[in-house]
């Protein structure tokens, strides 16, 4: 199934596990804001503002939350957010989980410490500065969406990992081959789930790390 328009995208999203009226509604705020700040910053690419942002943010982000069992709480990272995507997504759809943004791009850091307070969220905590500084520390979800080369995003941020850790990262149209570029005994930790918004698109689902 591919969500063809903007209309299937929030039907679609509306109808997931606890996606209520006010969530909908906390997401058009999103996308406004998104839309509004695209203007004077390059957040999001300008051929998506006007006619796709529900399908190629909002339900490309969303998404990430049918591809493993959700817990009612946990603690989720989301590397190189830039404007909140998918980090800030899941923050608004999952109030009971804890989310760390990281982003070293300080205007951004601005829009996103700004929407998080005009949203009202009190889940998110915003890490301006690199990925690979970060404290170590666990968490049960990392996801990332064009930050890095897989290799690169790997070493980068396997110090936020456990062995539970479950990997959430949409690859595009290159998922398969990023994975085939990586060393063999990660490449066992990952699979390729199909993406809702891009019928060529593969997300690579993974869990652990490996262990010297
Ligand atoms: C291509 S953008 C993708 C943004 C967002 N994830 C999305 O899908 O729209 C990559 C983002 O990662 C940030 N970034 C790049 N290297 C980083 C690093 N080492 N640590 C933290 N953020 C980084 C950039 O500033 C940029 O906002």
Known sequence: MVLANEAEARTWLAALPSVSRETMATLDQFVERLRIANASQNLVAASTVGETMWV???????????????RREGRWIDL?????LPGLVIAILLQGWSVRLVES??????FLRDCVSELGLTNVNVIEGRVEQ???????????????????????????????????????RNAVNELSSIAPAWQRLFHVEPSVTDAEAGILVGQGIVSD
Do not use: E
């Open 134 to 172: 970060v404290a170590p520390a666990g968490h049960d979800v990392i996801s990332a969406r064009a930050f890095a080369p897989l290799s690169k995003l790997l070493a980068n941020s396997v110090h936020l990992a456990g062995k539970n850790t479950r990997w959430l990262l949409p690859k595009g």
């Open 80 to 84: 190189g957010s830039g404007p909140g």
């Open 56 to 70: 190629r943010h909002i339900a490309d982000s969303a998404q990430l939350l049918t591809l493993f069992p959700l």
């Open 105 to 110: 791009r300080r205007l951004r850091c601005d």
